[in-house]
């Protein structure tokens, strides 16, 4: 009598990728329909939560922390701006340079949603544990630096990602 073979998944289904991008996706969408609801697009949440609490950052580094497209950030800070959320400053040594910086009424406009992102995160994290969920972070801060470089690289880079 043979045995059964073990039922096995797909290919993504083992596929750190394909895995992070399905968790993202599902955690992500949870809290995104919190900020719908609470009145602002996920694009200007994006923003909001990448400015708030830092420095100024210039548009390459908005874009890659609020996962945009420099055109689509562009749109998405015009708009900002004319709410009086953000402000755009020049760069003091280099005019090809645009910086980024949450106003006071940008900051009070997401602090509810950054309250709410961190109850969310605990949630999702509780059945992990502290430790574990750390060390998951860690590791996911380790990753981005890592691969930070080959996404800058250009369109060959971007074909190593499927």
């Known amino acids: 009598m043979s ?11 083992g596929y750190l990728p394909a895995l992070l991008a399905q968790a993202s996706h599902l955690i992500s969408g949870e809290f995104h329909r919190i900020v719908t609801r609470k009145g602002m697009t996920v694009s200007e949440w ?4 990448s400015l708030a609490g830092a420095e100024l950052m210039s548009i390459g580094e908005l874009a890659r922390s609020s996962i945009m497209k420099q055109p689509t950030l562009t749109r ?4 900002m701006e004319s709410r009086g959320h953000v402000q ?15 106003t006071p009424a940008g900051s009070r406009q997401v602090a509810d949603l950054i309250e709410l992102a961190n109850e969310h995160e ?16 860690k590791t996911l801060r380790k990753m981005i ?6 996404a800058e690289e250009g369109p060959e880079a971007e074909d190593l990602e499927s």
Not at 88 to 102: Q, S
Not at 145 to 150: F, G, I, K, N, Y
Request: aromatic share 4%.
């Open 76 to 79: 998405v800070l015009d708009r």
């Open 88 to 102: 755009r400053v020049a760069h003091e040594k280099d005019r090809r340079v645009t910086l980024v910086a949450i």
């Open 3 to 13: 045995k059964a073979k073990p039922v096995e998944g797909s290919f993504v289904d």
């Open 122 to 137: 605990r949630r999702v994290l509780e059945p992990f544990g502290m430790a574990r969920s750390q060390e998951l972070k």
């Open 145 to 150: 630096e890592l691969h930070e470089s080959l």
């Open 46 to 49: 994006r923003v909001l939560a």
